[in-house]
Structure formats: C-alpha cells, structure tokens
C-alpha cells in the first residue's frame, strides 16, 4: 500500500526524516533493513529489529522489578508513548524505561540497554477506564535525559494523515506471555495481526461492554495465524513506514482486549493514535 505522506503539514514527517538520517539499520550481510517479514505465529525480535521499543518497569532503590511492566514506544529523543492504563492499573507505576534491549534477563545478547529515570508522564486528560472496557487510553512518559540515537535506539515514526483503519495488516511487540498459564517472556517477541472490520468488532463487543466499542477512537486486530495474541500483554501496533522503508510508523496501541489472550473470537482493541496527534505534538514539539 502506497501513500503519500509528502505534506504532512505538521512536525511528525520532518522529524521522521530527520530519524531516518540517524546511522542506519544495515547488518553486516548489507541488507537493507533487519526488519525480517517472514512471521508466523509469535517470533522473537532479533537484534536492532525495532529499536523503538521501550520496556517500562519499576526501579525502587537498586531493585528493579520486571513483573510489573509495560511496552512503549519511542518517538523523540526524551518522550515514550505507550498506554494510559501502564501508569494507571498499579499502586507502583513504571518510573524507569528501558531502551534498545532483547533480553532484560541477560547481558549476553545483542543489545545495547539505556536506561532512563521517568521524569513525568502525562495521561490523556479524557482517559476512561470502565468495566470491561478503556476510552482514550494513551498517554506519553517523558524522560528525564535524552535518549542516545544509535543502530540499537532509535524512534518510530507518527502521522497525521495515516489512521490504523489506512491498513490491513499489522506488526504488534512486546514482552507478554504466551499462553495463560505461561510465565512472561523476558524477551521482546513480534507477531502479524490483521485489522478487524469495525461492524464485526463492534458486533461482538456490543453486548459485552457497558459503552461498547468507539468506531472513532478505537480499531480492532485478530492474529493472522489463528493463534492467541501475545497474551496479558501490551504494546504498539506498527507497519512499515511508506516513505522510508526502514523506518516504523506507530498507527494503534494496546487498550483492552475481552479475554486473557486475543483470538478471532475476542479481538485485541488499540487506540488509534492519529486521532491524538494534535494532543502528542502539543507535549511532544511544542
């Protein structure tokens, strides 16, 4: 799918340029990306794959606590998007982030870890969490020193023109678990989903939540296998940037989902971001 993003009349595609210029993604086979298509099923991410991934975690003292964690996503050298219920759902919110890793379990893989004190976040002032069920469910964490760009750290993209519902096929990474009765994966993992019909997920959440699902803020994803999502987890729901390649472009982040793991039966519901952007770049690049 090929879209034009040439006049984006706001920051987010001069910025994503500039990302772009940052030292590149080559391996030294010289491919051009190290971005690998070839998934099925739930796949660990290999080295330098999506350098925009975050881990969100708890730092008390010298003790850091990985059980309660959550999936962001880098944007700019000091802000991480992610979900407002990461810092709403604990007693102990995640006050660390994490950049540029696999594993957070060893120091013997191909990573390149910075970590980062949050220095504040900032929740969308609408989010609604009900029952069942969370409305404007996003929020960004701001770091209290910039992150260093490198082959291993490096921002995803965003749009105002591209809307999650622009696409049929997703990326979604994070660190979860695989099944319901499985420990959480210390390391990141990636899986292709597919969009869902807005009328179909709209269908089978209309009697299961209070206030059902919103068409406008809300998109649906089943896995494109047939297999359960990365279970209890969260994260962004990506695709490859149209205009560089090698770059990702952010369209959906993790809300909620009906059941422990997402399924064809219980789809996983992300926010879609484009409908927020004004409110990222007043934070962000103001």
Known sequence: MLISVLYEPIAFFVECRSYDSVPSLQNALGEECRYTSNIVGRVKVESKEFPFMALLYRKDGERENFTRLCSGTLISKKYILTSAHCFSRYDSHPNWARLGDLDYNTNRDDALPQNIEIKHYTLHREYYKAKLARYNDIALAELAQ??????????????????????????????GWSSPESEPSSHLHKMKFDRLDDEKCFEIYRYRLEKGINNRTHTCAIPSTGDVGICNGDGPLFVTHPEFPCQFLVVGYFS???????????????????????????????
């Open 146 to 175: 910039e992150a260093i760009f490198n082959d291993y750290v490096r921002p995803a993209c965003l749009s105002l023109m591209l809307d999650a519902n622009d696409f049929q096929e997703f990326l979604i990474a994070g660190w």
């Open 256 to 286: 909620f989902r009906h059941d422990v793991c997402g399924s064809k039966d219980d789809p996983d519901v992300y926010t879609r971001i484009r409908l927020y952007t004004d409110w990222i770049q007043s934070i962000v690049w103001n």
